[in-house]
């Protein structure tokens, strides 16, 4: 069964902070994606991750991938209010012709 | 810049009622998506359409058809809305190939509350 699982799914943290989200996916896929979703709008990319050991990074945000690990991490350093929002993965299978999205994961910064 | 405009950014329809989603992008990709959002699961595919004509259920589509006619417009329709279906509906577009293949550009989204 082609899955996506993100923790947490509600994060609130101090400005300043430093924190992970955490994308697990079920079997071998070929693309990942981190998309950002502010409240009451729509969802926009940040990130496509290729390839295993693939790090991008802007701003204060990271996004890394380890496919042996069919783990993907999304860290934010020294977290801003500007930086709330629900955060997405998205796993894309191209075997199976399917993107999939992870549940999101809700960030709330405060001052 | 991708634009993906939905037609409408809030919907109330009553039961029964026959409903038209549009959905215009302007950037001449050839992928297109219907997904509805509702809180706690995250999104959840509807259709997709590869190509002109062309139509793929994705994970939920009992009670939703789309159509396809021209490359650009994608419309998700509620043959007989139900209040099961009062959701946030996002249509999305994407490149087939390159390098910004799959990187999927979103519209602002349908509040579509049926009563």
């Known amino acids: 069964e082609l899955k996506v699982e993100q923790n947490p799914l509600f994060l609130s943290m101090q400005e300043g902070k430093n924190y992970t989200i955490y994308c697990n996916y079920s079997?071998?896929?070929?693309?990942l994606y981190w998309y950002r979703q502010d409240p009451g709008k729509s969802l926009e990319s940040l990130f496509v991750?290729?390839?295993?050991?693939a790090v991008k990074q802007e701003g204060r945000l990271m996004a890394s991938l380890d496919t042996k690990a069919r783990l993907s991490t999304l860290h934010i350093t020294a977290a801003v209010h500007d930086l709330s929002a629900t955060y997405f993965c998205?796993?894309?299978?191209?075997?199976?012709?399917?993107?999939?999205f992870g549940s999101g994961t809700r960030l709330s910064i405060r001052p | 810049d991708v634009k993906v405009t939905q037609s409408s950014r809030y919907l109330v329809k009553r039961t029964g009622e026959k409903v038209f989603l549009e959905c215009v992008q302007d950037?001449?990709?050839?992928?297109m998506f219907w997904y509805r959002q509702d809180p706690g699961l995250g999104l959840r595919l509807i259709y997709f359409?590869?190509?002109?004509?062309?139509?793929e259920k994705g994970d939920i589509p009992e009670g939703y058809s789309v159509s396809r006619e021209k490359k650009e417009r994608f419309s998700l329709i509620l043959e007989s809305a139900s209040t099961n279906q009062t959701s946030m509906y996002l249509c999305?577009?994407?490149?087939?190939?390159?390098?910004?293949?799959?990187?999927?550009?979103f519209g602002a989204g349908t509040r579509l509350s049926v009563l």
């Open positions: 998205a796993v894309e299978y191209s075997s199976a012709s399917k993107i999939i």
């Open positions: 359409s590869y190509d002109v004509k062309m139509k």
């Open positions: 999305a577009s994407s490149l087939k190939g390159g390098l910004a293949k799959n990187i999927q550009y």
């Open positions: 991750l290729l390839s295993n050991g």
């Open positions: 950037m001449d990709h050839e992928n």
């Open positions: 079997t071998t896929s070929d693309r």
